[in-house]
Every structure is written in C-alpha cells, then in structure tokens.
C-alpha cells in the first residue's frame, strides 16, 4: 500500500486508538478517507444513542470489514478537504457520529462529528 498502512489482517489487530491515530495523521496529510455505501446512500450504523458513519484509509479495508455483513455496499471515496469542509459539519448537523476504522469485531473509537473535526485540525 502506498500509505504504508500495515496489511488489512494487521491493521485490523491494532487497538482502536491505534487505528484512530493513523486515519487521522492520515487526514492531516490531505488523504481521503473511505466508507460504504449502496444505491440508498452511506452506510449508518445505529447503535441506540449514536448513529455512526464508519470510515476506514484505504478502500480495501472498507470493503473487507462489509463484506460479511453489508453486502451490495461498495466503497465511497471521500476526500480530506470535503471531509473536513463538508461531511463533517453536515453530519454534526444532523447528530451522527464518526467510527474511526472499525475492526472486524465492530471495535472502534466513536466520536461526535466536532470532535472529530478538531482531531484532524492542522
């Protein structure tokens, strides 16, 4: 991989405020980020009180962490600046929450859309 992201089995072993800390050095660095979405729009995950977004670096680690689960989903490229200038203020509007590189357990730090925002500031 170009990122120089582990491979998908290892990505996915590191703990989630691991994964968190390398999607967003990775946003810092302009790279887009990567969710799942079909003919209806993104997916969202509603977990009771949070409905998450969930966002992965690479499109290869999207489309391995849906396949079991979110079949007919494929993976939505969104860039850096539309993430940080756009999706995120439009989610923190309508009260979603971002799940930063879920593991193939559903593990993942989950974090409201402002907060996530200022994580990812320069």
């Not at 999607?23 to 660095?29: A, D, E, G, R, W």
């Not at 203020?89 to 930063?100: A, H, P, T, W, Y």
């Amino acid at each position: 991989m170009t990122n120089n992201l582990p491979l998908n089995d290892t990505f996915f072993r590191l703990t989630s405020a691991e994964r968190y800390d390398q999607v967003i050095k990775l946003i810092k660095k302009g790279q887009s980020i990567w969710t799942l979405a079909d003919a209806e729009g993104c997916l969202i995950i509603d977990l009771g009180s949070d409905k998450v977004l969930p966002v992965w670096p690479v499109e290869a680690l999207a489309l391995d962490w849906g396949k079991k689960d979110y079949e007919g989903f494929t993976g939505l490229e969104v860039s850096a600046k539309d993430w940080a200038n756009k999706w995120l203020e439009g989610m923190s509007k309508d009260g979603f929450s971002v799940g930063v590189a879920p593991n193939l357990a559903g593990e993942c730090i989950v974090s409201s859309a402002a907060e996530h925002a200022a994580d990812i500031k320069p």
